[in-house]
């Protein structure tokens, strides 16, 4: 009998992730447990109710299959009256913020001098965009053609997720730090210049593990990777925000992050 070369794709694990239907739940979720005791529990307490909100909107089906450039703005709107805070910006000054908040989520610009707003307007952009690429993964999964930019909307990858069981245990997917879409980079190669051999781990003490930095000795660069099986319900999100001494420590050996959080803002960068 001749067995077959390759698996057949239906077995082997999809290189393209959508955004799970519970992104904003599940991280809403992730992001008060983390809060308990932790010395930024009011932001992160503040970001759940954001991201419950995001839920909200994400799980509305759309009545036309709206562009996420101009689909953003009701939602902002919403996200505004829900969370009670007021809208009032000028649009062209909303619009400043918007093109800043896209060139950082694309790593084009550093997230310097983000506040409160800057949040509120990444998160309507981040269902808005969460959206599109659903509706885009329905159609077809988008190819990977650079290793470093989401496929499905060109965006830097907020971390790397170590994925646990369903047939994935032990990949690496990184995940969109706009849109949420993961898509599949084997481990032990740098995500950020695909160096090999001098990519090392860095992690906190007291931890198990489950938040590590991949610095690389060739660009001096790192990103979190965030381990499913050493932490249930890990969000490259929620847990990023949680381990921000992480990255003051792997700062001070020298290496530069090269993974946008959205949900970042200048004062609460450790
Ligand atoms: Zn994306
Ligand atoms: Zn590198």
Redesign the pocket.
């Known amino acids: 009998m001749n067995l077959p070369q390759t698996l057949p794709s239906s077995i082997a694990p999809p290189r393209v992730l959508p955004p799970a239907d519970r992104l904003f739940a599940r991280r809403a979720e992730r992001l008060r447990k983390l809060s308990a005791g932790h010395p930024m529990a009011r932001w992160m307490e503040w970001l759940a109710s954001v991201s419950d909100c995001q839920q909200k909107m994400f799980e509305r089906a759309p009545e036309v299959q709206a562009e996420p450039l101009t689909a953003w703005r009701a939602m902002y709107d919403e996200l505004c009256a829900a969370l009670d805070r007021p809208a009032g910006n000028e649009d062209a000054a909303l619009q400043a913020r918007v093109d800043h908040c896209l060139a950082f989520a694309a790593g084009r610009e550093a997230g310097e001098g983000r506040d409160q707003t800057d949040v509120m307007v990444a998160a309507a952009l981040q269902v808005a965009w969460a959206r599109a690429s659903r509706q885009r993964c329905a159609q077809a999964l988008p190819a990977i053609t650079h290793r470093e930019q989401c496929p499905c909307c060109g965006s830097a990858a907020i971390g790397g997720v170590v994925m646990a069981g369903d047939g994935r245990g032990g990949l690496r997917y990184l995940e969109c730090a706009l849109c949420a879409t993961r898509w599949h980079v084997v481990r032990a190669h ?1 995500s ?4 090999t051999g ?2 090392a781990y860095l992690g906190l003490e007291g931890t198990a593990g489950e938040v590590q930095a991949e610095t ?1 000795a ?2 001096t ?1 790192y990103i979190k990777l965030f381990f499913e099986a050493r932490a249930p319900g890990i969000d490259p999100v929620a847990d990023d925000l949680a381990t921000l001494v992480l990255d003051v420590l792997v700062g001070e050996e020298g290496f530069a992050r090269g993974a946008p959080n959205l949900l970042l803002v200048a004062g609460e960068a450790v």
């Open positions: 740098c950020l210049c695909d160096s001098e990519v690389c060739a660009c660069g």
